[in-house]
């Protein structure tokens, strides 16, 4: 069972990350997404640098849409989690 957030990102550091580029995020981007947290329970999402402006609302989107946890945002990387129904 994760207890917190260093946990959390401890098991990041492994996880697979999903690329944002400058098409930014569509269905597509989003059910790639939730494929990987049912098999993974963690993402990485690293986001373009000239999409950096709009990184906040993808990551606003992308959480409400998968239901995922915000773990932590550093830089152009955000992490997300769902636990494993």
Same mark, same amino acid.
């Not at 098991?11 to 995020?25: D, E, H, Y």
């Not at 690293?46 to 606003?60: E, G, M, P, S, T």
């Given at each position: 069972?994760?207890? @917190? *957030? $260093?946990?959390?990102? @401890? ?13 930014? &995020? @569509?269905?597509? &981007?989003?059910?790639?997404? $939730? ?7 963690? &993402? *990485?999402? $690293?986001?373009?640098? @000239?999409?950096? +402006?709009? *990184? ?8 409400? *849409?998968? +239901?995922?946890?915000?773990?932590? &945002? ?12």
């Amino acid at each position: 069972m994760i207890q @917190n *957030k $260093k946990e959390l990102m @401890n098991r990041a550091l492994n996880a697979m990350t999903i690329n944002i580029g400058k098409a930014g &995020v @569509n269905d597509n &981007v989003i059910e790639e997404i $939730k494929r990987q947290l049912k098999a993974n329970e963690i &993402v *990485k999402l $690293k986001f373009a640098k @000239n999409i950096a +402006r709009d *990184k906040d609302a993808y990551i606003d989107e992308i959480v409400s *849409k998968t +239901r995922a946890k915000l773990v932590d &945002v550093r830089g152009h990387v955000a992490v997300i989690y769902k636990k494993k129904p």
